[in-house]
């Protein structure tokens, strides 16, 4: 049974978090097989594997963390290397056309932001949070004309 949503319950995705988490595990499991398992590895080439090692997983991890959090104030957009804080005056409509990876913001400063939280690879439940999203934005940008 699934939890039921909040309207500030963050945007993340589902599968590509699974994904990036057990790729991380498997980096890492092959990285200390191979310094362990190789002799002939010295130091330096021992600490060069560990290195890729480590920036995979953290790209795995950082994957694993994208996300959208909504608060009364606005929206905190964590992508895989850039984190945009947005006021909901800020988002003038969101987007989410046959074939986008994931949901599009269309910005007041003619810009448009990419929201990874969001992934089409999710399916239906990508649509719904799409849906939620763009129904956060509409609340939170309402004017006493509702113009």
Do not use: K
Request: aromatic share 6%; charged share 15%.
């Amino acid at each position: 049974m699934a939890a039921p949503t909040t309207q500030y319950t963050p945007f993340r995705p589902h599968l590509a978090r699974i994904v990036t988490l057990v790729m991380a595990v498997v980096v890492l499991a092959g990285t200390v097989t191979v310094i362990l398992a190789i002799p002939e590895l010295g130091p330096g080439d021992q600490i060069g594997f560990a290195i890729v090692g480590l920036l995979i997983i953290w790209f795995c991890w950082r994957q694993a963390s994208v996300a959208a959090l909504p608060s009364p104030e606005g929206l905190v957009v964590r992508n895989l290397l850039v984190t945009t804080r947005l006021e909901w005056a800020q988002i003038v409509a969101v987007r989410f056309g046959a074939g986008q990876p994931w949901v599009q913001l269309d910005l007041s400063d003619g810009d448009t932001l990419a929201v990874m939280g969001v992934q089409r690879a999710d399916g239906v439940r990508a649509q719904d949070e799409a849906q939620r999203l763009a129904t956060l934005v509409a609340q939170h940008s309402r004017t006493a004309r509702d113009d």
